[in-house]
């Protein structure tokens, strides 16, 4: 009975190999097609989300929507190979959770370009040395991520899509023992993300800032004594041993990550918005151009104020909105916030992060 079952996987095996070759062909003629047409827009996230959801509502299992998303990814990334090289820049070094969602979102068959910090990414999505970059924004539980959204609004690139990333924070060290602990290093927020626990079972260590947490983990590797806080990964990346598991003071803690990058991104059907404005200091302004998008039934998922840095007590905005600047009701609304607004600054419509 084995045997057969062996040779059922196997048969179906074959058939699925020859299929995927038809899609990569294809693929490849789509890839000429744009060609002749001068048409440069070979990644098409907008494309690529919809394909995802549609196979996820379709699914009747045993594999589950998250076996599916995996498979198609990888499936989708590794025909994208044939059409263009896309390199994507992200907050390394290797082993941080910038790193991961980028590979959730473009899947392995990439090129992936590590950076020492945020500047970076952004500096190589700006000149064109890299086509997208993968920035973390905002986390569930400790807010935004203050010198991403400066730098949002300092570059003239786009956002093109999200990630979302539930995060579990451990401990690691060239040490077996928590007692032989002086200091954590990690990135700043991860260390608020984890101060209840840090208070409780480290009440004397000295936490370190670092650029990234996989940073961190370089950091340890070469001291004695210390220890860091990143992703499971990294232990084995940097042979470091785990101290502690799931460190972090909530459990339902989610990071969402940004795809940057220079182009326009096509409506999804499922997609967000972000913008940015001033407007008069005045009494009732704030309320008067949120109820444009109430009156345009159109949902607000985020506002974030942010000082100007031009004059004490003046801030801009930072709006998360549902829907596509494509979709007229959406471009309307904007148009009349627009009017109301000192400065007004489109950051990019997008798909939504697939969790």
Same mark, same amino acid.
């Given at each position: #009975?084995?045997? =057969? ?8 095996? $074959?058939?699925? !190999?020859?299929? !995927? %070759?038809?899609? /990569? ?5 789509? /890839? ?66 910038? +790193?991961?969602?980028?590979? =959730? ?39 935004? $991520? ?20 539930? $995060? ?24 608020? +993300? @984890?101060?209840?626990? $840090?208070?409780?079972? !480290? ?5 370190? &800032? ?23 990964? @990294? ?31 096509? *409506?999804?059907? %499922? ?8 407007? +008069? ?18 949902? #607000? ?8 840095? *031009? ?27 627009? =009017? +109301? &607004? ?14």
């Amino acid at each position: #009975m084995l045997k =057969k079952y062996r040779d059922n996987i196997d048969a179906i095996d $074959i058939k699925i !190999l020859k299929l !995927l %070759n038809q899609r /990569a062909e294809i693929a490849k003629n789509v /890839a000429e097609y744009k060609k002749a047409s001068n048409n440069t827009l070979i990644f098409r996230p907008d494309r690529e989300s919809q394909i995802i959801k549609k196979l996820r509502l379709l699914n009747d299992g045993p594999l589950n929507a998250s076996h599916i998303h995996n498979i198609y990814r990888e499936i989708i990334s590794s025909c994208l190979s044939l059409e263009t090289n896309l390199k994507v820049s992200f907050l390394g070094p290797e082993g941080t959770y910038s +790193q991961i969602a980028a590979r =959730k979102f473009f899947g392995n068959s990439v090129t992936k370009d590590s950076k020492k910090n945020l500047s970076e990414v952004f500096d190589a999505v700006k000149n064109n040395t890299s086509d997208y970059g993968v920035v973390p924004v905002e986390n569930s539980n400790q807010g935004s $991520i203050k010198a991403t959204i400066d730098f949002l609004l300092k570059y003239n690139v786009k956002i093109c899509g999200e990630q979302n990333m539930p $995060i579990r924070h451990t401990l690691m060290s060239k040490s077996t023992s928590l007692k032989a602990i002086k200091k954590i290093y990690a990135h700043n927020q991860t260390l608020s +993300q @984890c101060s209840e626990w $840090i208070n409780k079972n !480290l009440p004397n260590a000295e936490c370190i &800032s670092t650029d990234s947490n996989a940073q961190a983990a370089l950091h340890v590797k070469k001291e004695k004594n210390s220890s860091c806080i990143a992703n499971e990964v @990294c232990s084995k990346l940097y042979k470091l041993n785990i101290i502690a598991r799931s460190i972090n003071d909530s459990y339902d803690n989610t990071t969402r990550f940004l795809v940057i990058g220079n182009s326009e991104i096509a *409506e999804s059907k %499922n997609d967000k918005t972000t913008f940015v404005m001033s407007l +008069q200091n005045k009494s009732g302004s704030l309320s008067k151009a949120l109820q444009v998008l109430s009156d345009s039934k159109i949902s #607000m998922t985020k506002i974030e104020s942010i000082p100007t840095k *031009e004059k004490n007590w003046e801030y801009l905005f930072l709006i998360d909105i549902s829907g596509h600047i494509n979709n007229k009701k959406i471009s309307d609304a904007l148009n009349k916030i627009k =009017k +109301q &607004s000192r400065y007004f600054q489109l950051l990019g419509s997008y798909p939504k992060s697939i969790d």
